[in-house]
């Protein structure tokens, strides 16, 4: 049974840095995306970021490029989201997905994603 379980969120000030973590079992990474996605009661699953198992390739939403970091430890099944200079509009659940691997249009959205954590809640004050 696959199981994604998130964790590392809490609460920060804006500027702050968060690392999230998302801890894989019960499967075995080929060709995979993991991804890391939000959620506020205005928006739906946004999409933040992919790294695609099999070559490491990355590919970042322009809201946080530059700020978070998705990065995977092969040897925990592990993988990771370093939120640097957080802002308040930061605040959301975030969640961690694994899916098949795609082409990049279809790893920004959300239905592509099998399998999901549920959730960290991150909230950032000014």
């Known amino acids: 049974q696959v199981q994604l379980v998130e964790s590392g969120g809490g609460l920060a000030q804006a500027g702050d840095s968060l690392r999230l973590s998302c801890d894989v079992s019960?499967?075995?990474?080929?060709?995979?995306?993991m991804a890391w996605f939000r959620q506020t009661p205005a928006v739906d699953r946004e999409f933040l970021a992919t790294l695609m198992i099999p070559d490491g390739t990355t590919w970042y939403a322009d809201s946080v490029k530059g700020r978070f970091t998705i990065s995977r430890d092969n040897a925990k099944n592990t993988v990771y989201l370093q939120m640097n200079r957080l802002k308040p509009e930061d605040t959301a659940i975030y969640y961690c997905?694994?899916?098949?691997?795609?082409?990049?249009?279809?790893?920004?959205?959300?239905?592509?994603?099998?399998?999901w954590g549920r959730g960290t809640q991150v909230t950032v004050s000014s």
């Open positions: 019960g499967h075995t990474f080929g060709d995979d995306a």
């Open positions: 997905a694994l899916g098949p691997l795609r082409g990049i249009s279809s790893l920004l959205h959300p239905g592509t994603y099998d399998y």
